[in-house]
Structures are given as C-alpha cells and as structure tokens.
C-alpha cells in the first residue's frame, strides 16, 4: 500500500505552511517543529543568503530551531523570518531568557527577483501568514511557496523550478526533506540517470541568482555534531540531482533536524545516506511538480 503523505510532514512533530504571490512570483515557506529540536546546517553554494545559521554550529550555546524559514526575495525575504518569530512569541516559543523566550528561525534564500514583479518580496506578514498556514497535511508541492518563482538555470535556457519534498526509507531509518530548486545546473533523476532540466549554455551575466536550500529530518535522535555530518551528506543528494552544485552563482544551504524521541541504535552513515536520497527525491518532485510561469517552460507542460 503507498503510503498517503510521502513528504516532510509524514514524519511526526513537523508542519508546513506556505505564502505565495503567484503574480509576483515569489513566496516563502515555513517548516514548523511541535518543540524545539537539535539542529544543524551545511552552507556550500558560494552565493548563500542566511540568517542564525551561526547559532546552529556544534559548540554553539542554542542548537535548536523552533522553526526554519525557507523564503524568496534574496536577502530581502528575511525579513519574512521576523514575522515567524512574531507567530512563536505569541506561543511562548523560544530560547529562554531572562526577558522572555526568543524564538530560533534560521532561514535561507533563493534569489527569484528575475520573474514576475521584483518590488514584491516576502516580508514579516508573509512568513506570519506561512505559520498560521502550517498544517501537518502533505506539503503541496511545485510554484508554491519559496518555490513559486524558482528557476532552473539562466539565459535563453532557462525553464521553471519549483519546491518538492519527499521520504527515504532503510530499515527503521527514515529522512524527509523538503527542497526549493533554483540551481544554475541542469537536474537529474538520480536513479534513471534522465535529465529532467537543461542547464543553460551562457555564462550568467550577474552571480548570485541561482540556489537550492532545503531541510532535512530523521527520525533517529541526534546530538548536533551527528547533525551537521547528516547536513554534510545531503549535500551528496544534491549533487547527484543537480550539476553542477555548490558553483560561484548558487548559494546552496541544507538544515538537517532530529525530530526522533529515543535512542535508537543506529548507523550514522546509514542515516545520512537516507537522508541524501530523500533530498535528491525531494528536488526531482520540485522539478516535476513545477509548471510553465513567467514564460518559463516547465519539465512537464
């Protein structure tokens, strides 16, 4: 039997709500946690547009996220995450301190300025409006959230991006992820070996307009520094989806999130590799679930 939901939120303790200007062409997307969970980032495109990702490196005092923020706008989309914080204040969500909680929303961009109408970006309402939107239902998929103006590469070749999520399984391991994709590289099925999206042929005239970003969770109970080698491993999804990867114009960013609730004998490799696989899935769905927009063809029309 196959399963309902196959996506991110098929794991327990995780909701998804998007924002999306579909005339505008961007959006943003929020990946709630019931709790506060561990977790980690890989950051490797050279062209990134973070925020708190310093708080989830190993060592560091915090580690854990109440929510992460996945947003269109380049750097401008990340004021949307202050809306998300805005939404888990008035929960009483957050690091404690002494003035009261504060919430943890690192967040990650893509660059999509180039469709639709550039002076639109998600702001603190959008990533306000995403929260209350989360819901534990299967994420919709392709021009919705951050993914609503993703592209696949530049110039005359370029075709339509969009967000996808998907699961992998090996034994009791399981690893959902959910990635928004606007690479400069053309995308493959990682299993057929089929290209599913043509790279362009022209240099891109300006650097810095293509990513993916995305996030990963597993079920297994995780410390951070297991976390950050599980972000590190997705990466290898990635690449085997999208070529090239982690280039001078992609700003390439995976979170990776613990989301189980006991200790488990596990494998770490094993968990990593799952991991992969559900990122690779997940960014094939985001090229498959994409349809034509801004006079961009899609891969399927």
Not at 265 to 280: C, I, K, Q, R, Y
């Amino acid at each position: 039997m196959v399963d309902a939901n196959s996506t991110l939120t098929a794991l327990p303790g995780v909701r998804v709500g998007h924002w999306t200007d579909a005339n505008a062409g961007t959006g943003c997307t929020v990946v709630l946690f019931e709790r506060a969970v561990p977790a980690a980032v890989d950051v490797r495109g050279s062209a990134p547009g973070t925020r708190e990702t310093d708080a989830l490196h190993p060592g560091g005092l915090v580690g854990h996220a109440d929510a992460i923020l996945l947003t269109g706008g380049s750097a401008f989309g990340l004021s949307a995450a202050d809306g998300v914080m805005r939404y888990l204040e008035a929960r009483e969500r957050g690091f404690p301190t002494a003035a009261g909680p504060v919430p943890i929303v690192p967040a990650a961009v893509i660059y999509d300025l180039s469709v639709g109408d550039s002076s639109v970006r998600p702001t603190a309402v959008s990533g306000e409006e995403a929260a209350t939107a989360a819901t534990v239902h299967s994420v919709p998929q392709g021009n919705v959230g951050a993914g609503t103006g993703a592209t696949i590469g530049f110039g005359a070749g370029r075709m339509k991006g969009g967000l996808g999520s998907a699961m992998s399984r090996n034994g009791e391991v399981e690893a959902a992820a959910l990635a928004v994709v606007n690479p400069a590289g053309a995308v493959y099925d990682p299993i057929s070996g089929c290209q599913l999206a043509a790279a362009s042929t022209t240099p891109p005239r300006s650097p810095g307009q293509n990513t993916t970003i995305g996030i990963v969770a597993v079920n297994s109970m995780l410390e951070r520094w297991q976390l950050q080698k599980i972000a590190e491993m997705s990466h290898d999804g990635l690449a085997r989806a999208v070529r090239p990867s982690h280039g001078m114009n992609d700003g390439d960013a995976i979170f990776a999130v613990a989301l189980g609730t006991r200790t488990r004998d596990f494998d770490l490799t094993a968990v990593g590799h799952t991991a992969a696989e559900a990122f690779s899935a997940a960014i094939v769905q985001g090229v498959l679930r994409a349809r034509p927009a801004y006079g961009l063809p899609a891969a399927l029309t």
